[in-house]
């Protein structure tokens, strides 16, 4: 079983940035892939970026493109979100999540079988 950490989560102000960060351990690592999703108060988890762990590809919602940059560094298992310009409405739990099984959709919740434990992020305006 893999286990996730994430960091990096905090209190900002709208315009700010911020960098999270996501640490992979436990047994031999063989993520296909990893991801980051959020959930609101109230509202469903929702896809914010992924990337594959093989060719570095990225992947994003709509809503975040243009101010998220997911990467990762495979010598340290760990993936990184860095959140530029962001907004009220970005406010939420964020979670690191990986994929270990090779067939897979990048942007669907059913897709990654390890989470974390996720690390809060509010924006205020």
């Known amino acids: 079983q893999v286990q996730l950490a994430e960091s990096g989560g905090g209190l900002v102000q709208a315009g700010d940035s911020l960098r999270l960060s996501c640490a992979a351990s436990?047994?031999?690592?063989?993520?296909?892939?990893m991801g980051w999703f959020r959930q609101a108060s109230g509202k469903e988890r929702q896809f914010v970026a992924g990337?594959?762990?093989?060719?570095?590809?990225?992947y994003y919602a709509d809503s975040v493109k243009g101010r998220f940059t997911i990467s990762r560094d495979t010598a340290k298992n760990t993936v990184y979100l860095q959140m530029n310009s962001l907004k009220p409405e970005d406010t939420a739990v964020y979670y690191c999540?990986?994929?270990?099984?090779?067939?897979?959709?990048?942007?669907?919740?059913?897709?990654?079988?390890?989470w974390g434990q996720g690390t809060q992020v509010t924006v205020s305006s």
């Open positions: 990337i594959n762990w093989s060719d570095g590809r990225q």
């Open positions: 436990g047994r031999t690592f063989s993520n296909y892939a």
């Open positions: 999540a990986a994929v270990t099984r090779p067939t897979y959709s990048i942007g669907i919740y059913s897709s990654y079988d390890c």
